[in-house]
């Protein structure tokens, strides 16, 4: 999507800290994090939220977060991390194209609602 702040960062138009990227999925840190270590998996497809997601793209989601995990431990999360997904407007999404942000590096609070 030609105005989608993700799909110009997985284009190479906007920059960003990436700390990982293959074929189907990208991962690179938050412009404004809310923890020491906060990073976001995005799949490089264009999905604006979960409900465009199907059975046929469960592969990818699994992958999305088996990549976060193995990059919360490179990051040295071994005490614990937030996985969160925003999911539409109600749900604090901002930018629809799904995405999950991955927070550690301290004891985190909630609650988250």
Do not use: W
């Amino acid at each position: 999507m030609s105005d989608c702040l993700f799909c110009k960062i997985i284009a190479g138009d906007i920059p960003a800290d990436k700390i990982y990227e293959d074929d189907e999925v990208l991962a690179f840190r938050d412009i404004a994090p809310q923890a020491p270590t906060h990073f976001l998996v995005i799949p490089k497809k264009h999905y604006s939220d979960l409900s465009e997601i199907h059975r046929e793209d469960d592969q990818l989601v699994g992958k999305i977060v088996r990549t976060g995990a193995e990059l919360a431990a490179q990051e040295g999360l071994d005490k614990g991390y937030r996985v969160i997904f925003n999911n539409g407007p109600e749900g604090c999404q901002i930018v629809f194209h799904v995405h999950m942000h991955i927070l550690g590096g301290r004891q985190l609070r909630g609650p988250l609602g």
